[in-house]
């Protein structure tokens, strides 16, 4: 990867792991089904009119709005409102690409290598630290709604592995269209008409998330993914929970307990591990010592 490119990736995931220290101040002003719709509304008006179509059958749009975008979201935002810190949450999803490595074996027929058995084995670790930690007087239930997001995000993953659209910026901005009117109704519905009061945190909490964090990020992404492979790319994906825990711990004083620290090691090496191939051994590496000189 180019420098250039290099720092904005590097660039992209101190946006988005600065993007749940943005949500918890959001959660401040909104209630987190409201929150979660006016996020959509935002990102997909205008811009659904601008974009053409997704490019990929709309039945898989739909289902891709269900769970990337409704699913994941809500359970994010409920979780995080329910108590579970910024920088913990920008940690515990990244276990989505365990679970999506689990649901690509069932649902796609990849093989479940051992060495991606043994990096999922150490991730799991790593989340089983983090309920064991929370369990002591912390927010369980909250940790499981995020759990509960990442699983969803998994399957959104999957899905979109499946239509593999043309275009993942505009792909997104649909998912946004297909996700908002159906989140805001289950936001009237369960919440209630909300009581809206101005605040200017509140209302640049939801332009970060919709227009940087959701069509720039995804912007940039799919800007990304266009000049080099995926697994090139995704890696970068591993520096979110780096920001994420960082930039709480500066806004928000959230602590980096020797739990949070080995926990996110543990999380992040298996997932890295799980992620990546092993190297194959060249012809020299193959070739003896003796045969060399």
């Known amino acids: 990867m180019r420098t250039r490119h290099l720092l904005l990736a590097i660039g992209l995931a101190a946006m988005w792991g600065f993007n749940f220290v943005v949500m918890e101040a959001g959660l401040r002003h909104f209630p987190p089904l409201f ?31 269900a769970t990337l975008g409704i699913g994941q979201y809500t359970l994010l935002l409920m979780g995080m409102r329910a108590g ?3 920088g913990l949450t920008s940690l515990v999803v990244q276990i989505q690409a365990v679970f999506t490595a689990v649901l690509a074996v069932l649902l796609l027929g990849e093989r479940l290598t051992r060495r991606r058995i043994t990096g999922m084995a150490v991730a799991f670790a790593g989340l089983a630290l983090i309920a064991a930690d929370l369990g002591s007087g912390g927010p369980i239930g909250a940790f499981l709604l995020v759990v509960g997001a990442a ?51 509140g209302g640049l909490s939801v332009i970060y998330v919709a227009l940087i964090a959701t069509l720039g990020g995804f912007g940039i992404w799919g800007f990304l993914l266009k000049r080099y492979d995926a697994s090139v790319v995704a890696p970068s994906a591993l520096l979110i929970p780096l920001f994420g825990m960082t930039s709480a711990a500066l806004f928000t004083g959230e602590s980096l307990s020797p739990a949070k620290l080995t926990a996110a090691a543990l ?20 070739t003896p010592e003796a045969e060399r000189v």
Not at 152 to 163: K, L, P
Not at 169 to 197: D, N, Q
Request: charged share 15%; hydrophobic share 55%.
């Open 35 to 65: 929150y979660v719709a006016l996020r959509f509304l935002l990102a997909a008006f205008p811009a659904v009119l601008l974009v053409g179509g997704p490019g990929v059958p709309w039945r898989k749009v739909l289902v891709a709005g």
């Open 84 to 86: 579970m810190p910024a």
């Open 151 to 201: 699983f969803f995000w998994s399957v959104g993953n999957i899905v979109i592995r499946n239509a593999a659209p043309p275009d993942s910026f505009r792909f997104m901005v649909w998912i946004c269209g297909v996700a908002a009117i159906p989140m805001m109704v289950l936001a009237l519905l369960v919440e209630g008409v909300p009581r809206l009061e101005f605040s200017v945190e």
């Open 267 to 286: 999380i992040l090496s298996g997932v890295l591990y799980a992620s990546t191939r092993a190297r194959t051994p060249t012809l020299t590496d193959r």
